[in-house]
């Protein structure tokens, strides 16, 4: 059938409306995608895929892991969070991060969780800069996860690191990407 001249041609059908949730269904599935009371100040996520980074203490890595066993182990890999007393005080000059497989910026970061470390080993001086990738390489040295403390002289919060998730970390419903 030909059209005139200056004639629409028809609109599609639109798609049928599927049927509202019911609103409980509703809510769970809302409440799902939400991470349930973590804010910025933690580095440990409320919501974790079996594919997510693992982030170990170096307490616990030391005493339960072997880096040859389980290097493999992690589907995205781990990193190991070190403190700023351990590194500083035993581990900066020292062979143990490599006789545990691990590299500072590679696979294991300093992490601050205390205004006292952060005053004592201030990363600034050392140009360390703060990681920015769950996946190694870390693109940085430390963490920091600070509270505000306004008893304290320059009490705000420090919140340096892993401030949010760079696309090249996301995961697709068929695993990591």
């Known amino acids: 059938m030909a059209r005139r001249s200056g004639s629409k041609a028809p609109k599609p ?3 049928a409306k ?3 949730l019911p609103k409980l ?8 995608g939400q991470t349930r009371g973590a804010d ?3 580095v440990f996520q409320n919501r ?3 594919f997510s980074t693992v982030l170990i203490p170096y307490s616990v890595w030391t005493r339960h892991f072997t880096p040859t066993e389980w290097a493999a182990t992690f589907a995205r890999g781990y990193i190991v969070l070190i403190s700023p007393t351990d590194y500083f005080g035993r581990l900066q000059n020292n062979t143990e991060l490599a006789e545990n497989k691990l590299t500072l910026g590679e696979n294991s970061l300093v992490f601050y969780q205390t205004r006292k470390e952060w005053n004592a080993h201030d990363p600034g001086p050392l140009n360390w800069v703060p ?3 769950r996946l190694s390489p870390l693109n940085g040295q430390y963490v920091a996860r ?3 403390n306004t008893a ?3 009490g705000d919060k420090i919140i340096r690191g892993f401030n949010m998730t760079l696309p090249s970390e996301c995961v697709s419903h068929s695993g990591p990407v």
Do not use: M
Request: proline share 10%; glycine share 0%.
């Open 18 to 20: 599927l049927p509202k």
């Open 25 to 32: 269904l509703e809510r769970k599935l809302y409440k799902t």
């Open 146 to 148: 600070i509270s505000a």
């Open 13 to 15: 059908p639109k798609p």
């Open 131 to 133: 990681a920015t990738s």
């Open 152 to 154: 304290a002289d320059n």
């Open 40 to 42: 910025d100040d933690e």
């Open 48 to 50: 974790v895929s079996r």
